[in-house]
């Protein structure tokens, strides 16, 4: 608690002519009681409120409007005094203040207020109650300077200092009731005096020898325990042995001899006793090391401390101050201080902290001798020698590369290494002859870069390309590890002394293996980039290949469901035939859709198992003769249904065939015949000419390429050259080696040698659109490698542009004995489509895009409505590349009773419109009244995405640039119909100008729906814009 200030004695009011409020020309302010409050004068802040707020009828005090003239008197004498105040009053000393008095009390306030000096201040209640007991026995104030107080106002016991005085004062009945103090504080000032006689008392030693000077500054610091409770000084000896201790203890307070903290000697540059790596932070900063309680620094190393006699308070210090001493630069030793526990660290300890610190130094290096700084400089001198020798032994068998060039453009010195790295001769020191070591085109760029350095440039880091070559450790994947281009990393600067140029400093250092291995990195990433996209277009592609046949699956199903609607029971019989005849051809179709997404999903699932290697190989005895006639045989469907042509054929032109029966795994065999097949079907069906062979034939050697009417087949390089088959058993002595090959040869559009450079790779195709014109996962050709691969085989392909194709593959078997019982063997055939071959799926036909309208029976009577049978009749335009998508999707439509024009890609779709009623025709064009009423009317387009010639957000893009150019219309409404699903191909038909989105696969009546409620949509935003 604060000392207290008197302000002056206070008699009681007056109560005669003099003191009367009546008395002219006095402004007297009356606190007897009255209708209006005596409280009314007190200035109404945050703190007064406090004081105006509080029960004092819950303390000796009572009421506060109750309260007697002199108490109010002394109140408002309180709130108006612009010191620091407060009045103690009654017997138990009950306390209020005003609010310069707060700064006094910390944490005591607002608890001060209404309570007793014995509450408030218990602690210090034995040094200040005689005081106010004195005042009151003498009637006269008390003065008090610079009293001592250890308060608790900042969360801990708070060395501090206050000027004040006591004053007596007397209440109503005329005898002393209370004591009026003010009070201010003057820590500061006490403790900068103290401090500054302990810098005074350094100052005062005299110049002596070291060994007599640094007992003598800690005899100065135990004159101040209380700002100094423990203190280290250590000396530092830099010429000393780097292995031997040049720290050396000078003296101690509060630390014992040989305590843990404070080690007799050690190493500063590695031992780890003590305080010791603390020194090595505050050496290496130049600056002081502070550890706290209060950010955990000190906590760390606080088992340093233990049995530590903290002198002054007798209390752990809070801060340890580690500084170096030092002069110029030169470290003379380090100086430890814990700081006062009862004051904070704050600027002014850091300054006292400081001061002292200086003034140590001072008195330091005033004691070194003369004789001391001669040895010192003589020692340096050695020292200095002594470096520079191991400097220049180690520049010479670094590591690193490192030469000196001089005023005249030669190389003045240089060490092994950079001769080693660089490769030039150490007899032409000449900067010109230096350049013909590097690359060419290095050259010019580098002899401007030195004439820069030497003209006042900055300091440059630069990799350069050597003119020697440097093999690598190991060879990459695609064959370039043979030989490369060697680097170097160069770092050169100017080398100043006095203010002029002296030489050029340069290191190199060799970084051809880094330079190759980035070059690698920046290749594997271009091949993971690559991966990844063809991974998207597998897909995008698989997921169109799944679609697809989906999409004419669920409308082919959705119309055998709703096949008994459009007939009656009084409907003819060659109706019900003619129904029974549409499903019939619709479930063939179903059947011939979820093959083709069988043969999709076997490629993803034979590749999960190739990937995860857990595709094995399981030779059976077996005819190669038997598997390509059975595998022709899957194909018998799609072979008539487009008219193709295939035979297979037994080849004898490289010998005799020795053995008709191998062991061979038939099912991974029948598989690469399925892929090569299925694709030479699919090349093979828009040609004029459609025609498949498949030749098979035998080898006692591996076939090192096989002649076709496209040239030599050469075999694509395997990956794992010259694997063996190793399902199959070891030969026997006299046994050989049996190779069969088969080749698929079609009619196909054939390949550039570009596609071809693309085949067999995953998720790969000839071209990036080859997906959209013929279908395909791009996995095909690839399993067809590995597994022929994995049979000890090889694949290759030979073809002429729009000649046709010739795919081969070849795997390692063994010659075996025919089983016991062996089946008769049917011929292989050869087949050709018929004329009625295609009347189930019809090819397309654009000279006639327009179907005729198909009949819809009546609905059913008991049927619910549904979207089927609600008001449809639109006039549709059907963008459709695929055919039975096209047709299913079409007759569908019909049977909703709508009018469907056909195109096959985007730019049939053009040509549809060029002679639909919505398209502006100028009047040298118009056609008669009679072919104007012939034209299409068109009120929504189904707009596949990916189709041959003109795609369909092409052809949307066109549609839309029409409309802007007034050739169109009206806005015709444009929905896509795709199996490409993700958000981002969405969000590119709709930039595109598609009014909605509708992925496959779809029934009719979603199809009917969507319709209409795009066009609703476009009905609404016609409305809002007219």
């Known amino acids: 608690m604060p000392d207290l200030e008197p302000v002056a004695d206070c008699a009681e009011p007056s109560s005669g002519p003099q003191g009367s409020a009546n008395t002219p020309g006095s402004h007297h302010v009356s606190f007897a009681q009255g209708p209006k409050s005596w409280t009314d004068s007190i200035p109404k802040t945050a703190h007064n409120s406090l004081f105006l707020n509080y029960d004092w009828s819950s303390t000796t005090l009572g009421p506060i409007d109750e309260w007697g003239p002199a108490l109010r008197l002394y109140a408002s004498m309180i709130f108006a005094d612009s010191r620091g105040a407060v009045l103690w009053w009654g017997h138990d000393r009950v306390a209020f203040y005003n609010e310069e008095y707060v700064a006094n009390l910390g944490g005591i306030h607002p608890y001060l207020m209404g309570r007793s000096f014995h509450k408030a201040f218990p602690e210090v209640a034995h040094s200040i109650l005689p005081k106010l007991d004195q005042a009151v026995a003498t009637g006269r104030t008390v003065n008090q300077d610079d009293q001592a107080l250890y308060l608790e106002r900042h969360g801990y016991i708070e060395e501090s200092y206050f000027h004040g005085q006591f004053i007596p004062v007397r209440g109503d009945s005329g005898e002393i009731e209370g004591i009026y103090n003010s009070v201010q504080e003057s820590t500061a000032r006490v403790l900068l005096e103290r401090r500054r006689q302990l810098v005074n008392r350094l100052a005062a030693i005299p110049t002596l020898p070291i060994g007599e000077t640094l007992p003598r500054l800690i005899e100065a610091l135990r004159s101040n325990p209380w700002d100094v409770p423990i203190a280290l000084l250590y000396s530092f000896d830099e010429l000393s ?317 959705d119309g055998i469901a709703n096949s008994l609607l459009h007939v009656t029971e009084e409907d003819k019989p060659e109706i019900w035939r003619s129904a029974a005849r549409e499903s019939v051809a619709a479930a063939t179709t179903i059947l011939a859709c979820a093959a083709h997404q069988k043969r999709v999903i076997d490629d993803v699932l034979i590749l999960s198992r190739l990937e995860s290697q857990m595709l094995s190989i399981s030779p059976v005895v077996a005819q190669p003769s038997r598997v390509v006639s059975d595998t022709i045989k899957m194909f018998r469907g799609e072979i008539s249904v487009n008219g193709i042509e295939i035979e297979a054929t037994r080849d004898d032109i490289y010998g005799i065939w020795k053995a008709d029966w191998v062991l061979m795994d038939t099912s991974r065999l029948t598989q690469v015949l399925i892929n090569l097949i299925s694709n030479g079907i699919k090349f093979t069906a828009s040609r004029p000419t459609r025609k498949i062979s498949v030749l098979y034939g035998q080898q006692a050697q591996r076939p090192p390429h096989l002649k076709t009417i496209f040239g030599d087949l050469e075999w694509i390089p395997s990956r794992h050259p010259e694997t063996p088959n190793v399902a199959l058993p070891d030969l026997a002595e006299d046994e050989e080696k049996v190779y069969v090959y088969f080749c698929v040869q079609d009619t196909g559009p054939g390949l550039t040698e570009e596609q071809m450079d693309r085949l067999f790779q995953r998720f790969s195709q000839a071209t990036s659109k080859t997906h959209i014109t013929y279908g395909g996962s791009g996995l095909g050709l690839y399993i067809s490698r590995e597994l022929a691969e994995k049979q000890g085989g090889g694949v290759g392909v030979a073809s002429k542009p729009d000649e046709g194709s010739v795919f081969a593959f070849y795997i390692e078997t063994r010659a075996a004995n025919p089983p016991e019982h062996v089946p008769a063997e049917r011929p292989i055939f050869t087949s050709s489509s018929s004329k009625d071959a295609n009347h189930d799926l019809p090819r397309r036909t654009p000279s006639n895009p327009e179907i005729a309208n198909g009949s819809a029976s009546s609905e059913h009577k008991k049927s619910p409505p549904d979207a089927v049978h609600q008001q449809n009749g639109f006039h549709i335009l059907l963008v459709e590349d695929n055919e039975v998508n096209q047709k299913v999707l079409a007759r569908q439509l019909q049977k909703a009773k709508c009018t469907v024009s056909v195109a096959n890609h985007g730019i049939e779709a053009l040509e549809v419109l060029d002679s639909a009623t919505c398209r502006r025709r100028s009047h040298a064009n118009t056609s008669s009244a009679g072919d104007h009423a012939h034209s299409r009317q068109i009120e929504v387009i189904l707009m596949d995405v990916e189709m041959p010639e003109m795609d369909g957000l092409q052809c949307t893009r066109r549609i839309r640039e029409l409309e802007s150019e007034g050739k169109i219309t009206r806005h015709l409404p444009v929905i896509a119909t795709t199996a490409n699903v993700r958000q981002e191909q969405k969000d590119e038909a709709l930039s595109a100008g598609v009014d909605s989105v509708l992925s496959k696969p779809f029934t009719v009546s979603e199809v009917l729906a969507k319709i209409r409620e795009v066009i609703a949509l476009v009905e609404r935003n016609k409305g809002a814009i007219a």
């Open 241 to 557: 042995s780097e292995v031997s201790s040049n720290l050396r203890l000078r003296g101690s307070i509060g630390i014992p001899e040989g305590h843990r903290c404070a080690p007799l000697e050690a190493n500063l540059e590695t031992a780890q006793d003590g305080l010791v790596p603390y020194f090595r932070q505050a050496k290496l900063t130049g600056k002081p090391h502070v550890l706290r309680r209060s950010d955990g620094s000190l906590q760390k190393c606080e088992h340093l401390f233990d049995e530590v006699e903290w002198c002054g308070f007798g209390e752990p210090s809070q801060h340890i101050v580690i500084y170096p001493l030092q002069i110029g630069g030169t470290v003379l030793g380090f100086y430890v201080q814990g700081t006062n526990p009862r004051r904070p660290y704050d600027d002014a300890t850091r300054a006292s902290i400081a001061d002292l610190v200086r003034q140590m130094e001072v008195t330091w290096i005033n004691a070194i001798t003369t004789q001391q700084a001669q040895l010192r400089e003589q020692m340096l001198e050695n020292r200095a020698t002594e470096s520079e020798n191991r400097l220049r032994h180690m520049a010479q068998y670094a590591p690193v590369g490192m030469v000196q060039t001089g005023l005249d453009h030669k190389i003045q010195w240089a060490n092994d290494q950079f001769y080693e790295i660089t490769g030039h001769d150490r007899s032409r020191p000449e900067l010109s002859e230096f350049m013909n070591v590097l690359a060419e085109e290095e050259r010019g760029p580098t002899i401007a870069l030195v004439e820069d350095l030497f003209n006042g440039g900055p300091r440059v880091v630069k990799e350069i390309r050597l003119n020697r070559a440097w093999a690598p450790p190991v060879k990459d994947d695609v064959g370039e590890g043979d030989v490369c281009s060697a680097w170097m990393l160069v770092v050169t600067f100017r080398l100043m002394e006095n203010g002029k140029l002296k030489l050029i400093m340069g290191y190199i250092l060799d970084i051809s293996q880094q330079k190759w291995a980035e070059t690698v990195q920046r290749r594997n990433a271009a091949a993971a980039t690559l991966a990844k996209r063809r991974q998207e277009e597998f897909i995008d592609s698989t997921s169109h290949e799944m679609r697809n046949p989906l999409s004419a699956i669920t409308q082919l199903a």
